[in-house]
Protein backbone atom coordinates (compact mmCIF):
# COMPACT_ATOMS: atom_id res chain seq x y z
CA UNK A 1 0.00 0.00 0.00
CA UNK A 2 0.99 3.72 -0.62
CA UNK A 3 0.06 6.39 1.83
CA UNK A 4 0.87 9.94 0.30
CA UNK A 5 0.94 11.71 4.25
CA UNK A 6 0.72 8.92 6.30
CA UNK A 7 3.69 6.48 7.21
CA UNK A 8 1.44 3.44 7.93
CA UNK A 9 -1.59 1.96 7.11
CA UNK A 10 -2.58 2.38 11.07
CA UNK A 11 -2.09 6.21 10.87
CA UNK A 12 -4.41 6.46 8.08
CA UNK A 13 -6.95 4.57 9.42
CA UNK A 14 -6.38 6.75 12.80
CA UNK A 15 -6.51 9.46 10.68
CA UNK A 16 -9.78 8.66 8.86
CA UNK A 17 -12.03 7.63 12.25
CA UNK A 18 -11.25 10.85 13.92
CA UNK A 19 -12.09 12.69 10.90
CA UNK A 20 -15.01 10.64 10.52
CA UNK A 21 -15.60 11.66 14.64
CA UNK A 22 -15.88 15.33 13.77
CA UNK A 23 -18.52 15.10 11.19
CA UNK A 24 -21.92 17.51 12.07
CA UNK A 25 -24.11 15.33 9.95
CA UNK A 26 -26.54 18.05 10.41
CA UNK A 27 -24.24 20.34 8.59
CA UNK A 28 -23.13 18.49 5.71
CA UNK A 29 -22.51 20.25 2.32
CA UNK A 30 -21.84 18.40 -0.85
CA UNK A 31 -20.48 20.10 -3.95
CA UNK A 32 -20.77 18.78 -7.41
CA UNK A 33 -19.36 20.73 -11.06
CA UNK A 34 -19.73 19.40 -14.36
CA UNK A 35 -16.65 18.47 -15.35
CA UNK A 36 -15.05 15.00 -16.07
CA UNK A 37 -18.08 14.70 -18.34
CA UNK A 38 -20.98 15.02 -15.94
CA UNK A 39 -24.14 14.17 -17.41
CA UNK A 40 -28.24 15.28 -16.59
CA UNK A 41 -28.14 11.43 -15.36
CA UNK A 42 -25.47 12.60 -13.38
CA UNK A 43 -26.78 15.58 -12.19
CA UNK A 44 -30.35 13.63 -11.30
CA UNK A 45 -28.31 11.23 -9.49
CA UNK A 46 -26.68 14.18 -7.23
CA UNK A 47 -29.85 16.24 -7.05
CA UNK A 48 -31.64 12.81 -5.47
CA UNK A 49 -29.16 13.36 -2.40
CA UNK A 50 -30.36 14.32 0.48
CA UNK A 51 -27.73 16.91 1.83
CA UNK A 52 -27.50 20.47 0.83
CA UNK A 53 -26.31 20.88 -2.69
CA UNK A 54 -23.78 23.47 -4.08
CA UNK A 55 -23.52 23.26 -7.93
CA UNK A 56 -21.31 25.17 -9.88
CA UNK A 57 -21.86 24.98 -14.01
CA UNK A 58 -21.19 27.17 -16.92
CA UNK A 59 -24.77 25.40 -19.03
CA UNK A 60 -28.47 25.24 -18.26
CA UNK A 61 -29.53 21.89 -17.45
CA UNK A 62 -32.93 20.40 -17.78
CA UNK A 63 -33.98 19.69 -14.28
CA UNK A 64 -32.85 21.48 -11.10
CA UNK A 65 -33.99 21.63 -7.67
CA UNK A 66 -34.78 24.08 -5.62
CA UNK A 67 -32.53 22.72 -2.63
CA UNK A 68 -29.50 23.05 -4.95
CA UNK A 69 -27.64 26.09 -4.52
CA UNK A 70 -26.22 26.93 -8.36
CA UNK A 71 -23.33 28.97 -8.66
CA UNK A 72 -23.01 30.36 -12.26
CA UNK A 73 -20.01 30.44 -13.89
CA UNK A 74 -18.86 32.02 -17.38
CA UNK A 75 -20.39 30.63 -20.52
CA UNK A 76 -17.28 30.69 -22.48
CA UNK A 77 -16.21 27.54 -20.30
CA UNK A 78 -17.52 24.61 -21.59
CA UNK A 79 -16.90 22.69 -18.22
CA UNK A 80 -15.97 23.75 -14.84
CA UNK A 81 -12.60 22.71 -13.45
CA UNK A 82 -11.97 22.49 -9.80
CA UNK A 83 -9.42 25.35 -10.23
CA UNK A 84 -12.36 27.52 -11.46
CA UNK A 85 -14.33 27.30 -8.55
CA UNK A 86 -14.25 30.57 -6.83
CA UNK A 87 -14.25 29.90 -3.40
CA UNK A 88 -14.11 33.18 -1.28
CA UNK A 89 -14.91 36.89 -3.35
CA UNK A 90 -14.60 36.13 -7.40
CA UNK A 91 -16.19 39.08 -9.83
CA UNK A 92 -18.48 36.69 -10.18
CA UNK A 93 -20.33 35.70 -6.76
CA UNK A 94 -19.48 35.74 -2.68
CA UNK A 95 -19.07 31.65 -2.52
CA UNK A 96 -18.12 31.83 1.30
CA UNK A 97 -20.92 34.44 1.59
CA UNK A 98 -23.72 32.33 -0.06
CA UNK A 99 -22.65 29.13 1.64
CA UNK A 100 -22.72 30.57 5.11
CA UNK A 101 -26.35 31.87 4.47
CA UNK A 102 -27.18 27.88 4.02
CA UNK A 103 -26.81 27.21 7.81
CA UNK A 104 -28.54 30.73 9.12
Not at 27 to 33: A, D, E, H, S, T
Not at 65 to 92: L, M, N, W
Amino acid sequence: MFFLHYHSEREAQEKWERRCNRINWDRILVKFNDQNGATQETLDEYLRIPYDKLFFTCKEWERMTSDCFVIPQPSFYKTITASHEPFGKSRYVDITEKINTLYK
